[in-house]
Nanobody, 121 residues
């Protein structure tokens, strides 16, 4: 079974930095687009950034210039470098990946367990 395991969350002061990782494992044929989402307390889950297999990126306006999404295809790992963090960035961050598990199968979305990021004032 495919699993996405996140790490790197924690508590940081405003203006600080944090780097999240998401490692995909299991029976994987290929991984297409990957993304980070976040869900602040009491709010809906929203898209933070996406990255294609070849590295094209799209960011939410709220994180442009501060966050950088990247991936290491050889390691099946997704990253989110978060700089100049603000209290508004406090949320549970989720890794998402569109994965093909067999050569003739379709793409299916997989999610990580989520990791808490808390930014203090």
């Amino acid at each position: 079974q495919v699993q996405l395991v996140e790490s790197g969350g924690g508590l940081v002061q405003a203006g600080g930095s944090l780097r999240l990782s998401c490692a995909a494992s299991g029976s994987i044929f290929s991984i297409n687009t990957m993304a980070w989402y976040r869900q602040p307390p009491g709010k809906q889950r929203d898209l933070v950034a996406t990255i294609t297999k070849r590295g094209s990126t799209v960011y939410a306006d709220s994180v442009k210039g501060r966050f950088t999404i990247s991936r290491d295809n050889a390691k099946n790992t997704l990253y989110l470098q978060m700089n100049s963090l603000k209290p508004e960035d406090t949320a549970v961050y989720y890794c998402n990946a569109d994965i093909r598990i067999t050569i003739d199968g379709g793409l299916l979305p997989y999610w990580g367990q989520g990791t808490q990021v808390t930014v203090s004032s």
